[in-house]
Structure formats: structure tokens, C-alpha cells
């Protein structure tokens, strides 16, 4: 995701109006932000509609929890498109020709499934001699899995099988070819801080993905849910923050912080 203050205002949001609802001991459910969200992921500019939810049930023991909800639809379209690309960048002049169909894409069993049907050719070319050794049409599947390493969202490559390329996979070994080269792109994304972990301010102060799920919802609508979880110190986000809402004083936080240490002790 890219790193910017909308996270960490929507947690500060969280931290006040939890902070509140547990001195008045009442339960809330509410929305701390609904907007959509500019990446580039893969080379591509994709907007992103975000939702950040929390209630009184985000603050359990010494954790404090948030969900975040990414509407990812626009993104699963790249992830056939990139895989595409990646077959057809094997076309190697004369003697290796490739081709490839439009990429279905789909979500299911909370992970994104591609499939590719591919043309392969290898021809013997010399001086203005041309000649087909082998043709073979197939198709690549591959499955795309989040999860959660050391706190970061990543995308993991949970499975990828070339069918029906036995001869020219066995000659060329495209099939290991494209498994690397296409790992190498989910890393990229991995290996990005601003796509996959949380601003440097969030993860300074103890918070981190806990949590990833994709699944589809209503309207052929696919979604990542994502939790962030970090210590049950909510005071510590409104340090130098605006809040409009409730204001709170730095000189006031010890006294705030032992009112709700009290009530969560009865």
C-alpha cells in the first residue's frame, strides 16, 4: 500500500473514540474512513477504494485491533495481464515463438486463479532455412495466495503448473522459467515497504498486519480483509494529533491512561 497519513489518522480516530467509549462504557461500531486509495502496483495505477472499521471489541487485553477492508477488483485483472506478458516475453526471434490467449481470472478459496492458454513453437532457423521442430498448445495455471510475513502483507505463489507443454517445456524448460521469473514479480511487490507494510510511524510504535483474507463478495466484488493489530495503548496514537472530535492535551495522557487502566480492571 502506499505510504501515506491516511492509515495512521484512521487509527488516531480509533484511538480517541475507543479511548471514549470505554470511559463511558458504551458500545460502538463506526467507520473511521471510506476512501479510495492511489498504488502503482506492477507498473500499473490502480485506485482502490479502502474501508477502516473498528468497535469496542478492537481493544482486547494488552492488543488493539483494527480492520481494514480493500476493494481488489481492479487489481486482479493485472495479475492476469502480467502473466501474459511474462509468456509472451519467452518469443526468442525465430526459434522460439510463443503465444497466448486473454487470461481468465478469477477469485476463489481466498486466492487468485489464472489461466493461460499458450501456443508454443520451436522452429530450426538457418540462413533461409525455417523449419518446425515442435508445436504444442497448453495452458499455465497459477494461484496467488496473501498472507502475512514478519507483520508485511505478501503475496505468495501457492501454485503454478504448465499442462499439456511436456515436449518444449522438457526441451527449453519453460515451465521453471516462468515459475521464477513470475516469483520474482510477487517479490517485487513484497519487497516494496510501501506496498506491503504499514507506514514506518505504525510500525515504530509496535502495530502490524496480523491477518489477510480474499474473498469474493456481492456483485462479482473481490475484497481483501486485512487486520492490524498492535499494543493496547491507544493514547500513545493521539500524541501530537488533531482530534477534532475530542481533544486531548499531552500533559493529560497519564491521568486518561490510569482512568482506563481502572476500568478495565473491574
Same mark, same amino acid.
Given at each position: 500500500?502506499?505510504?501515506?497519513? &491516511?492509515l495512521?489518522?484512521? &487509527?488516531?480516530?480509533a484511538?480517541?473514540m475507543l &479511548?471514549?467509549?470505554?470511559l463511558?462504557?458504551?458500545?460502538?461500531?463506526?467507520?473511521l474512513l471510506? !476512501?479510495?486509495?492511489?498504488?502503482n502496483?506492477?507498473?500499473?495505477d490502480v485506485?482502490?477504494?479502502?474501508?477502516?472499521?473498528?468497535?469496542e471489541?478492537?481493544? @482486547?487485553?494488552?492488543?488493539? %485491533?483494527?480492520?481494514?477492508?480493500v =476493494?481488489v477488483?481492479?487489481?486482479?485483472?493485472?495479475?492476469g495481464?502480467?502473466?501474459k506478458? &511474462?509468456i509472451?516475453a519467452?518469443?526468442?526471434?525465430?526459434?522460439f515463438?510463443v503465444?497466448? @490467449?486473454e487470461?481468465e481470472?478469477e477469485v476463489?478459496?481466498a486466492a *487468485?486463479?489464472?489461466r493461460?492458454?499458450?501456443g508454443?513453437?520451436i522452429w530450426?532457423?538457418?540462413? $533461409?532455412?525455417?523449419t518446425k521442430?515442435?508445436?504444442?498448445?497448453?495452458?499455465?495455471?497459477?494461484?496467488?495466495?496473501?498472507g *502475512?510475513?514478519?507483520?508485511?502483507l505478501v503475496?505468495?505463489l501457492?501454485? $503454478?503448473?504448465? %499442462?499439456?507443454l @511436456?515436449?518444449?517445456?522438457?526441451?527449453?524448460?519453460i515451465?521453471k522459467?516462468?515459475?521464477n521469473?513470475f516469483?520474482g514479480l510477487l517479490?517485487?511487490f513484497?519487497e516494496?515497504q510501501?506496498l506491503?507494510?504499514?507506514?514506518?510511524v505504525?510500525?515504530? =510504535?509496535g502495530?502490524?498486519?496480523?491477518s489477510?483474507?480474499?474473498? =469474493?463478495?456481492? !456483485?462479482d466484488?473481490?475484497t481483501?480483509?486485512?487486520?492490524?493489530q498492535?499494543? =493496547?495503548d491507544a493514547?500513545t496514537?493521539?500524541?501530537?494529533? @488533531?482530534?477534532?472530535? %475530542?481533544?486531548?492535551? !499531552?500533559?493529560?495522557v497519564p491521568?486518561l491512561m490510569?482512568l482506563?487502566?481502572?476500568?478495565?480492571?473491574?
Amino acid at each position: 500500500m502506499k505510504k501515506s497519513p &491516511l492509515l495512521l489518522m484512521s &487509527l488516531r480516530a480509533a484511538a480517541s473514540m475507543l &479511548l471514549f467509549s470505554t470511559l463511558a462504557s458504551t458500545t460502538l461500531a463506526f467507520e473511521l474512513l471510506n !476512501r479510495d486509495m492511489d498504488v502503482n502496483i506492477f507498473k500499473e495505477d490502480v485506485s482502490l477504494p479502502l474501508m477502516v472499521t473498528a468497535s469496542e471489541s478492537a481493544v @482486547s487485553g494488552d492488543v488493539f %485491533h483494527i480492520q481494514g477492508e480493500v =476493494n481488489v477488483t481492479k487489481i486482479i485483472p493485472v495479475m492476469g495481464r502480467q502473466i501474459k506478458a &511474462l509468456i509472451l516475453a519467452q518469443n526468442d526471434g525465430c526459434k522460439f515463438r510463443v503465444s497466448s @490467449s486473454e487470461p481468465e481470472v478469477e477469485v476463489s478459496d481466498a486466492a *487468485i486463479h489464472i489461466r493461460v492458454t499458450s501456443g508454443a513453437e520451436i522452429w530450426l532457423c538457418t540462413g $533461409f532455412s525455417k523449419t518446425k521442430v515442435v508445436q504444442e498448445t497448453g495452458t499455465i495455471v497459477a494461484a496467488i495466495t496473501p498472507g *502475512i510475513r514478519n507483520g508485511a502483507l505478501v503475496l505468495n505463489l501457492s501454485s $503454478f503448473e504448465v %499442462h499439456d507443454l @511436456s515436449k518444449i517445456s522438457g526441451m527449453l524448460g519453460i515451465e521453471k522459467q516462468l515459475k521464477n521469473r513470475f516469483k520474482g514479480l510477487l517479490n517485487s511487490f513484497n519487497e516494496d515497504q510501501k506496498l506491503s507494510q504499514l507506514p514506518d510511524v505504525l510500525v515504530e =510504535n509496535g502495530f502490524v498486519y496480523s491477518s489477510a483474507t480474499l474473498e =469474493n463478495t456481492y !456483485r462479482d466484488r473481490q475484497t481483501l480483509s486485512l487486520e492490524i493489530q498492535g499494543p =493496547n495503548d491507544a493514547l500513545t496514537l493521539l500524541k501530537g494529533s @488533531s482530534c477534532t472530535d %475530542h481533544q486531548i492535551e !499531552r500533559g493529560s495522557v497519564p491521568s486518561l491512561m490510569s482512568l482506563v487502566e481502572t476500568h478495565q480492571a473491574t
